[in-house]
Nanobody, 127 residues
Framework: QWHLVESGGGLAQPWGSLRLSCIPS????????IGWFRQAPGKEREGVSC????????KYKDSVKGRFTISSDNAKNTAYLQMSSLKPDDTGLYYC????????????????????WGQGTQVPVSS
C-alpha cells in the first residue's frame, strides 16, 4: 500500500523560510507526479505546486510563484517544497499527494485528481 509522510513544518515568522519534505513508501516518485496542497482553518484545501517525475513539468499557484520551489530527489525518493518570504496567508496544514500518472499538465492543482495523501504538516506563519 502506498503512503506519504510529510515533515518540516513548524512555526515560521513572516518573511522566513521553511523546507517541507515528502517521503513516499510503496512507490518510486520518479514515475509519478507529486503535488503540495494546503488547507487553512475554515478554508478549502488548495493546490500549491506540482512536479512530475524528474521535475520535467512544474506548476505553481500564482500567489506562491517566486517564493516557493518544488523539487524532487530521486536518489532519496523524496520531494521537497522550499518556502521563502513566507506570509501569514501561507498558514495552513500542508499535504503532499500523488497523481497516478507522471504529468502536471492537466489539472495539477486540483485536489480531486490526486489519489494518495499524507497526513499533513502544520505551517503557522506568525510574528
Amino acid at each position: 500500500q502506498w503512503h506519504l509522510v510529510e515533515s518540516g513544518g513548524g512555526l515560521a515568522q513572516p518573511w522566513g523560510s521553511l523546507r517541507l519534505s515528502c517521503i513516499p513508501s510503496g512507490f518510486n516518485l520518479e514515475y509519478y507526479a507529486i503535488g503540495w496542497f494546503r488547507q487553512a482553518p475554515g478554508k478549502e484545501r488548495e493546490g500549491v505546486s506540482c512536479t512530475s517525475g524528474n521535475d520535467r513539468s512544474i506548476k505553481y499557484k500564482d500567489s506562491v510563484k517566486g517564493r516557493f520551489t518544488i523539487s524532487s530527489d530521486n536518489a532519496k525518493n523524496t520531494a521537497y517544497l522550499q518556502m521563502s518570504s513566507l506570509k501569514p496567508d501561507d498558514t495552513g496544514l500542508y499535504y503532499c499527494a500523488t497523481l497516478l500518472y507522471d504529468a502536471c499538465d492537466y489539472f495539477p492543482l486540483d485536489p480531486t485528481e490526486y489519489y494518495y495523501w499524507g497526513q499533513g504538516t502544520q505551517v503557522p506563519v506568525s510574528s
